[in-house]
C-alpha cells in the first residue's frame, strides 16, 4: 500500500463518487489484485454510507496515510454531490474486525436496497454486515427463475436468496442456516419487502444433523447451496460440499435445478462440477453466472463461482 497506489485509489474513488450508484455497490475491489498494492483493501458504497474494510495489517505509517487520504476525499465536492455522510475503516484482520468511525455518527443498523429490494445490514459490529455484495446476480437469477417453485435455500445467513426467490414468485421456500440469529434478520428482510412469511420457513439448524427435516420438506424445483469456504465446527469445503453434492438427486424434483457457489479463490468452477459429476452424475451443468462488474480479478477462475446445474435432460 504504497503512495503510488493509494493515490490510484483516491483518484478511483473521486470517479466512483461522482457518480455515486442509487443502490448499494462495490466502489473499489482491490482482492481481485488488479491493482497492485491494494489487493487487501475494498470499498463499499451503503448509500451514504463509505465502508473502506482492509484484510491485512499495513505498516503503521501507510495506515495513517490511508486514513488521511480517505478523509481528504470528504472535503471534495464529489463527496457533497454524491449525498455521502459517513466513513467508516473496518479492520478485517484483527479478531474482532474493530471499525473506525473516520466521519460521521455511529450507526449500529441501517436499510440498503439492491434490485428494488431492501436488506438490513449491520455496521461495525460484525465481521460481515449481512449482503455479500458479489452475489448481486445470483440474486437476480433466483429472481427470474423462481416463479412457482418451491425452494431450498442452504447456508441460508440472511436470507438474500429467499428474499429474491419470494419477491420472483417463488411458492414456498426453506431457509436453513445453524445461525439462529442470522435467520431472524432474514425475516427482518422478508417483512422490510412485504413478503407473505407463510410462503417461508426457516431451519436453525446443522444440515448434517438434519437431512430428515430436510428431505421431508422436499422435494425442492430449486436448492441454493452457498456455504462459507471455511467455518470452524460445521465446514470444511474440501470434505463437507461434497457430503452435500451427493445427497441432491434426493432433494429435488423432476428437472430440478440446483445453483451451487463457491468463493475460495483456491479452487476454480471444475471443483464443482466434477465434483457433481462424481456424487450426483444425473445432473449436468448448465452455465456459470457472470460476475458483477464492479468485481474484477485478475483470474476469473478464482473470483466467485456460481454455477448452475440441471437435472434429467
Known amino acids: ?156 445467513y440472511t436470507c438474500g436468496f429467499s428474499v429474491a426467490a419470494i419477491e420472483g414468485g417463488a411458492e414456498h421456500v426453506v431457509n436453513l442456516d445453524m445461525s439462529s440469529a442470522a435467520l431472524s434478520r432474514g425475516r427482518d428482510n422478508h417483512r422490510l419487502n412485504g413478503h407473505d412469511l407463510s410462503k417461508v420457513t426457516f431451519l436453525g439448524h446443522d444440515l448434517f444433523k438434519s437431512w430428515g427435516k430436510v428431505i421431508g420438506k422436499g422435494p425442492y424445483d430449486l436448492v441454493i447451496i452457498d456455504p462459507p469456504s471455511f467455518q470452524k465446527g460445521s465446514f470444511l469445503l474440501t470434505k463437507d460440499y461434497q457430503r452435500v453434492l451427493r445427497r441432491l438427486p434426493e432433494l ?17 468452477p471444475d471443483f464443482l462440477i466434477d465434483g457433481v459429476m462424481r456424487e450426483a452424475p444425473s445432473l449436468h451443468f448448465e452455465q456459470r453466472l457472470e460476475n458483477p462488474p464492479e468485481f474484477p480479478d485478475a483470474d476469473i477462475e478464482c473470483g466467485l463461482k456460481a454455477l448452475v446445474f440441471k437435472l434429467g435432460c
Open 252 to 268: 429435488l424434483s423432476p428437472q430440478g435445478t440446483v445453483l451451487a457457489c463457491m468463493n475460495d479463490p483456491a479452487f476454480g
Open 1 to 156: 500500500m504504497n503512495p503510488n497506489a493509494l493515490t490510484l485509489l483516491h483518484d478511483h474513488l473521486l470517479t466512483g463518487l461522482a457518480s455515486a450508484p442509487a443502490e448499494t455497490r462495490r466502489l473499489f475491489h482491490g482482492r481481485g489484485r488488479c491493482w497492485p498494492g491494494l489487493e487487501q483493501l475494498t470499498v463499499d458504497w451503503l448509500q451514504g454510507v463509505v465502508l473502506v474494510s482492509l484484510f491485512k495489517e499495513p505498516e503503521p505509517a501507510q495506515l495513517e496515510d490511508l486514513k488521511q487520504r480517505l478523509l481528504a476525499l470528504t472535503h471534495r465536492p464529489e463527496w457533497t454531490a454524491s449525498g455521502a455522510h459517513t466513513l467508516l475503516l473496518q479492520h478485517r484482520y484483527l479478531l474482532q474486525s474493530t471499525t473506525e468511525w473516520l466521519l460521521g455518527e455511529a450507526i449500529e443498523e441501517m436499510t440498503i436496497t439492491e434490485g428494488g429490494l431492501r436488506y438490513r445490514v449491520d455496521l461495525g459490529r460484525k465481521q460481515n454486515n449481512g449482503l455479500f455484495l458479489d452475489m448481486r446476480y445470483g440474486r437476480d437469477w433466483v429472481q427470474t427463475h423462481a416463479q412457482g417453485k418451491r425452494v431450498l435455500n442452504l447456508f441460508a
